[in-house]
């Protein structure tokens, strides 16, 4: 069972805003930032947001991050059918002393 | 660009040792600004941290409590790489293994991300 919580599925149509949330703790995600990957079938994550809410370079704009309290959460809109992917969060965790990660949620297109 | 290519073997039996290797291209693995982790995927486990290396005037290792026992992680200076060795491994420790560069963005590791990974290798654990 993974530290971090996330929905194990989400769906929406193309065009649509959907929303991927991640909960965690105090020791987690309430003192630190979190981190979203994007997994592409048969490849290895990629990083999509870090620091709460910012965008590598050439990430879309239609990828967004927020994070209140213990929880955070990735927005994705205008959404594409090459976005079908899994999605993880990711913290330091200070009480572990160690990263830790979301159980994942697949995004489908439908 | 960085990137990080591993290798290492696919198969490895019950109770010996599991060796893997990332060497590193447009960084450098005594970067002051970065640490070299490594990372595994399993259908039963998820994502799951075991480790970091990483150069600040001295070495440093960080291991995750489940396999601190087991675990090291090595820098090899001369070939700008780093190198996972797991012991007594069992069909549990089946899994995709990742490395992947853990970017300092900060005092603390709250600030950080890994940023990229390498291509994965999937290490199956039988005899």
């Known amino acids: 069972q993974s530290v971090l919580t996330q929905p194990p599925s989400a769906s929406g149509t193309p065009g649509q805003r959907v929303t991927i949330s991640c909960s965690g703790s105090s020791s987690n995600i309430g003192s630190n930032t979190v981190n979203w990957y994007q997994q592409l079938p048969g490849t290895a994550p990629k990083l999509l947001i870090y620091s709460n809410n910012q965008r590598p370079s050439g990430v879309p704009d239609r990828f967004s991050g927020s994070k209140s309290g213990t929880s955070a959460s990735l927005a994705i809109s205008g959404l594409q059918s090459e976005d079908e992917a899994d999605y993880y969060c990711a913290a330091w965790d200070d009480s572990l002393k160690g990263w830790v990660f979301g159980g994942g949620t697949k995004l489908t297109v439908l | 660009q960085v990137q990080l290519q591993q290798s290492g073997p696919g198969l490895v039996k019950p109770s010996q040792t599991l060796s893997l290797t990332c060497a590193i291209s447009?960084?450098?693995?005594?970067?002051?600004?970065?640490?070299w982790n490594w990372i595994r995927q399993s259908p039963s486990r998820g994502l799951e941290w075991l480790g970091r290396t990483y150069y600040r005037s001295k070495w440093y290792n960080d291991y995750a409590v489940s396999v601190k026992s087991r675990i090291t992680i090595n820098p090899d200076t001369s070939k700008n790489q780093f190198s996972l060795q797991l012991n007594s491994v069992t069909p549990e420790d089946t899994a995709v293994y990742y490395c992947?560069?853990?970017?300092?963005?900060?005092?603390?590791?709250?600030?950080?991300?890994?940023?990229?990974w390498g291509q994965g290798t999937l290490v199956t654990v039988s005899s």
């Open positions: 447009g960084d450098s693995v005594s970067s002051n600004s970065a640490a």
């Open positions: 992947a560069r853990e970017i300092v963005a900060g005092p603390e590791s709250g600030y950080n991300w890994f940023d990229p």
